[in-house]
């Protein structure tokens, strides 16, 4: 996995392109549908129907998805006789997902403590 903290920081003025690519990413990425579904795409390739029971989402919704995905690359499909089988396209993708968690699963535990040493800011 490639550590943030061994990307060159560029002290000019930078091209901004590859920030626009993030950008573009984490708008694709900015559904939570999309994002379940790359959940459910960690533990290994799926169908449109398999992600659509998973999701709670209609397979025509789920397709539609997955296209956008899809362009962004952030998934890739396999093709076997008329089924068609996704799969994240990079393990990185997966270990986003599982950091940005990470952070919130952290977020909510230091609210609740909070929340548990100033009870009477809840009213």
Not at 34 to 56: F, M, P, Q
Not at 66 to 80: E, N
Not at 95 to 116: F, T
Request: net charge positive.
């Amino acid at each position: 996995m490639l550590e943030y903290s061994k990307v060159p920081i560029m002290e000019e003025k930078a091209d901004t392109t590859i920030f626009r690519l993030q950008a573009a990413i984490s708008k694709t990425m900015s559904n939570p549908l999309r994002v379940a579904i790359l959940y459910y795409l960690k533990s290994g390739e799926k169908t449109v129907n398999e992600l659509a029971d998973l999701v709670g989402a209609s397979q025509s919704n789920v397709s539609q998805h997955l296209a956008l995905l899809r362009q962004r690359d952030l998934v890739k499909t396999r093709k076997i006789g008329s089924s068609v089988y996704y799969s994240v396209a990079s393990p990185k993708i997966s270990q986003a997902c599982d950091m940005i968690r990470e952070v919130l699963w952290e977020q909510l535990k230091q609210k609740q403590e909070l929340a548990k040493k100033y009870p009477e800011n809840l009213k």
